[in-house]
């Protein structure tokens, strides 16, 4: 089993900057890929962006490409993303996620933290 806790959502202004973190615990993660998902009201949850524990291949919706960043510190079992320049319709629960890296669905997922993005 894989334990996953975020925190550092909350309410910023469009333009601003916010950090979320994401704690993994349980078991060692070096086959696991680590995602960000994001589900806005009346919206399907969609992949922002991910990375391989061990290889460092990253992913990035559209969307988001050159605004967010997503990194990791094996040595705290932290995956971050760290999100400029945020936008009105970045508003959304922000999920954290993992999966073994030869399997395609995420099996493990944390609580969710609310991004809140005002105009």
């Known amino acids: 089993q894989v334990q996953l806790v975020e925190s550092g959502g909350g309410l910023v202004q469009a333009g601003g900057s916010l950090r979320l973190s994401c704690t993994a615990s349980g078991r060692t993660l070096n086959n696991y890929v680590m995602g960000w998902f994001r589900q806005a009201p009346g919206k399907e949850r969609e992949l922002v962006t991910a990375i391989t524990w061990s290889g460092g291949y990253t992913y990035y919706a559209d969307s988001v490409a050159g605004r967010f960043t997503i990194s990791r510190d094996n040595a705290k079992n932290t995956v971050y993303l760290q999100m400029n320049s945020l936008k009105p319709e970045d508003t959304a629960v922000y999920s954290c996620?993992?999966?073994?890296?030869?399997?395609?669905?995420?099996?493990?997922w944390g609580q969710g933290t609310q991004v809140t993005v005002s105009s």
């Open positions: 996620a993992a999966r073994l890296a030869a399997r395609r669905t995420y099996d493990y």
